[in-house]
């Protein structure tokens, strides 16, 4: 099992990825006086993505 297997299976771990996904977020958007939100969000939900963190899915125990 890898760690990205063992990421996607502890809810803990990605609430905390989401928490620090969402801080990122506002603080690139916050330096660059949101000029660049809509890339931002997209570059967050990619990697969200990826993560298997996609917060359009329904939860997952």
């Known amino acids: 099992m890898g760690i990205l297997d063992r990421f996607k299976s ?3 771990m990605q609430d905390k990825a ?5 801080t990122a977020e506002k603080k690139v958007n916050e330096k660059t006086g949101n000029k660049y939100e809509s ?3 997209d570059a967050q939900q990619r990697a ?5 963190m996609d917060r359009d899915r329904p939860e997952q125990p």
């Open 18 to 22: 989401k928490d620090m996904s969402d």
């Open 10 to 12: 502890h809810r803990g």
């Open 39 to 41: 890339q931002v969000d």
């Open 48 to 52: 969200e993505g990826a993560l298997g």
